[in-house]
T-cell receptor, first 112, second 116 residues
Framework: ELKVEQNPLFLSMQEGKNYTIYCNYS?????LYWYRQDPGKSLESLFV?????AVKQEGRLMASLDTKARLSTLHITAAVHDLSATYFC????????????FGKGTLLTVNP | GAVVSQHPSWVICKSGTSVKIECRSL??????MFWYRQFPKQSLMLMAT?????????EQGVEKDKFLINHASLTLSTLTVTSAHPEDSSFYIC????????????FGDGTRLSIL
């Protein structure tokens, strides 16, 4: 059974601080996705990571993938209030199987 | 960018009513669509995988006769919640994958279903 574990599940941080969200997975798919969800809204795609060592950055968010460790990280730099949301990582089944298994999500609250 | 339209956004109806939710890919052909369900403060749970022209594949524990899925074309999939009851109240989200691999799934805006 494919498992995707995210931690922490809850993260409260001050503006300007840095932090990392971790995502461990058990499959060999190695296609990993990060999504953002605002309250009452659907999912917004942030990053797609496809290979070992992949690193992608958008603004204050940077995601990386270590396929050997089956670990992805989402690093937040100098957090701002607008980043407050729930962040999900997800892995698909590999090959032509795009069925996603999600982590439980990390509820990020950035305080002034 | 790729857009997936989901309709309606909100549904409030009486117990016993059947509700149809549409999911359309607006600017690409979706070879596969997925239907998810999300309870408050929880993650997304995959309900079924929908492929154009074939029967949907349901996840374990999802009642096929309760949640009818039809994928009539490469741009449209529908989910019908039949004889809905209060426990079916949830946030339903569809997503679509095009022919190109290694692309993120594009999610619809979701449908909030409330059964009274």
């Amino acid at each position: 059974e494919l498992k995707v574990e995210q931690n922490p599940l809850f993260l409260s941080m001050q503006e300007g601080k840095n932090y990392t969200i971790y995502c461990n997975y058990s499959t060999t798919s190695d296609r990993l996705y990060w999504y953002r969800q605002d309250p009452g809204k659907s999912l917004e795609s942030l990053f797609v990571l496809l290979s070992n060592g992949a690193v992608k950055q958008e603004g204050r968010l940077m995601a990386s993938l270590d396929t050997k460790a089956r670990l992805s990280t989402l690093h937040i730099t100098a957090a701002v209030h607008d980043l407050s949301a729930t962040y999900f990582c997800a892995v698909d089944g590999g090959g032509s199987n795009y069925k996603l298994t999600f982590g439980k999500g990390t509820l990020l609250t950035v305080n002034p | 960018g790729a857009v997936v339209s989901q309709h309606p956004s909100w549904v409030i109806c009486k117990s016993g009513t059947s509700v149809k939710i549409e999911c359309r890919s607006l600017d690409f052909q979706a070879t596969t669509m997925f239907w998810y369900r999300q309870f408050p403060k929880q993650s997304l749970m995959l309900m079924a995988t929908s492929n154009e022209g074939s029967k949907a594949t349901y996840e374990q524990g999802v009642e096929k006769d309760k949640f009818l899925i039809n994928h009539a074309s490469l741009t449209l999939s529908t989910l019908t919640v039949t004889s809905a009851h209060p426990e079916d109240s949830s946030f339903y989200i569809c997503s679509a994958v095009g022919g190109q691999g290694n692309q993120p799934q594009h999610f619809g805006d979701g449908t909030r279903l409330s059964i009274l």
